[in-house]
Nanobody, 111 residues
Framework: QVQLVESGGGLVQAGGSLRLSCAASGIIVSHYVMGWYRQVPGDQRELVAVITSGGATNYADHAKGRFTISRDNSKNTVYLQMNSLKREDTAVYYC?????WGSGTQVTVSS
């Protein structure tokens, strides 16, 4: 059974940074494509970033240059480093593998 547990969200001022973590069990994260998505109430869930089994990364336009997705194979954990945060980054952030989702972690950016 796949479990994805996000952590690291919180309240931060605009311009600040947060690092989100996604601890996985039931899969080996380095074997698959793992992703981060986000959702604002009333809107569709949208892609933030993905990392492939080979380590290649891809980012949504809103994340390029500010966010970095990475993984620690020894911890079976995927990270999302978010810098230069903006108010519009406020959302619930979800970790994803295939059809599996974590419960999300809230990120709130204040001005």
């Amino acid at each position: 059974q796949v479990q994805l547990v996000e952590s690291g969200g919180g309240l931060v001022q605009a311009g600040g940074s947060l690092r989100l973590s996604c601890a996985a069990s039931g899969i080996i994260v380095s074997h698959y494509v793992m992703g981060w998505y986000r959702q604002v109430p009333g809107d569709q869930r949208e892609l933030v970033a993905v990392i492939t089994s080979g380590g290649a990364t891809n980012y949504a336009d809103h994340a390029k240059g500010r966010f970095t997705i990475s993984r620690d194979n020894s911890k079976n954990t995927v990270y999302l480093q978010m810098n230069s945060l903006k108010r519009e980054d406020t959302a619930v952030y979800y970790c994803n593998y295939h059809r599996n989702w974590g419960s999300g972690t809230q990120v709130t950016v204040s001005s």
